[in-house]
DNA sequence: AATATAAATATTGTATACAAGAATTGTTGA
DNA sequence: TCAACAATTCTTGTATACAATATTTATATT
């Protein structure tokens, strides 16, 4: 297979920078990423500027790609988009969802239920995600259902440790019940509005999602 | 200034593309533009990785890169979502404009109606881009922002013809008076239903909006 | 000792060289 | 004449070589 190395190269450095194994702010180092990866610098660099289109690297002429730091605006910005996103598939799934994926999303939250008894944080995470694509899916929409996992997967390591805390798994659980009552039963209008808030508030206060945020990996400066 | 051509490159490319001065379909050939723009094959091929990142163009392995073709369903669906973006954005701004941001696009509806009256597309092209860009921007989100105006950017094309297609431009200009009337008063509801349905179908059918659609821009076999 | 300056060192950006796979052309056989 | 195969040519993908700019280290001067 061909042109595979920059392209596996760019999904490694994504998957690393995404989950926070590779701390925004870091340099990526050419010559480093080549002993690492053994290959040369060209494959290396064509990665580097397809992370730098996709926002998660910053290249700085003559000094190098950077891990990029984002100012808490710029997060705030994108999770409010990202709400919007949400609400917008919820909406459209619960138009367009044939009954097939109905059943399918009630038995995706059903299956969640041992796992928040048990304070299984792991499992909901993996079940969340399962349970969330199913709605992007749902809409219809594959570019919409693209954008929405795209942020998402883009807002990971700004979100991870948000289902730890407290009894946020309860009240997610709770959410997905009604959200997936309102998409099943076709209320476009709820479904839209209960996953424009399940996002970032989870029936808690904005401040308390902003204090949630590892401030660590945030830009400070801007 | 360094890392320019490749940068340099991939936003020209990226012009013409979006401008449909390259039409969807085509190779582009690595030693045609090294020789057209006098560069070595090395930045050539980091800008279209970078395209490729941009969804404008599609590499396939090992036979090239072309420019990327979209499916009536992938654009119908594109529409859909900048319906929605440019929808939140209206809503955004009816609620967050200051004052002078509020006359600002009062003024910049008003300096349309001569074009309108002397049918001057290009002129009118022109000042609906700002309309809306101030609208984007009034939001005050600025991710929010970039993306909607990079999918406006990305749709330009299958948008051109629009405007010059019969009463258009008197459609457009009645439905900018209200949306104005509707942000600067602070009515977001409004704001977000006018513009959620401005984009596309501009007080016409949805079918009329397909006919509009240039077909021969269109990947048939998708 | 601290700062400024200059040499050296290292790193990025670009061009070229080489390797591997695709497309094309030409030839042979039915 | 057409189809199948083979050799050639072309193009992409990767490695290396060279050029230009930053960074670091060393030296000199106050």
Redesign the interface.
């Known amino acids: 297979?061909?042109?595979?190395s920059?392209n596996d190269l760019r999904r490694q450095l994504e998957h690393e920078i995404v989950l926070g194994e590779i701390v925004p702010g870091t340099r990526l180092d050419e010559v480093a990423l080549t002993e690492r990866f053994g290959v040369s610098r060209?494959p290396v660099?064509?990665a580097l500027?397809?992370l730098?289109?996709?926002q998660l690297v910053e290249?700085r002429?003559?000094r190098g790609a950077f891990v990029k730091k984002m100012s808490l605006?710029?997060l705030v910005?994108?999770f409010?988009?990202m709400a919007?996103?949400e609400g917008?598939c919820g909406k459209l799934a619960a138009d367009r969802m044939i009954d097939e994926e109905r059943d399918k999303l009630k038995e995706l939250h059903l299956i969640t239920e041992p796992l928040v008894k048990n304070k299984d944080y792991d499992g909901y995470y993996r079940a969340n995600v399962a349970f969330h694509e199913a709605i992007y899916k749902g809409s219809h929409?594959?570019?919409?259902s693209d954008?929405t996992k795209s942020l998402r997967n883009r807002l990971t390591p700004y979100r991870r440790l948000q289902l730890r805390q407290s009894n946020r798994l309860n009240n997610s659980f709770q959410e997905h019940a009604e959200i997936t009552e309102a998409i099943t039963s076709g209320n476009k209008e709820m479904a839209e509005q209960l996953l424009g808030t399940h996002v970032t508030v989870q029936r808690g206060s904005f401040n308390d999602f902003l204090a949630s945020l590892p401030m660590d990996l945030i830009d400070q400066s801007a």
């Open positions: 297979m061909a042109n595979m920059s060209t660099r064509e500027q397809q730098s289109m996709m290249i002429p003559r605006k710029e910005d994108m409010e988009v919007e996103l917008t929409n594959d570019f919409l954008q």
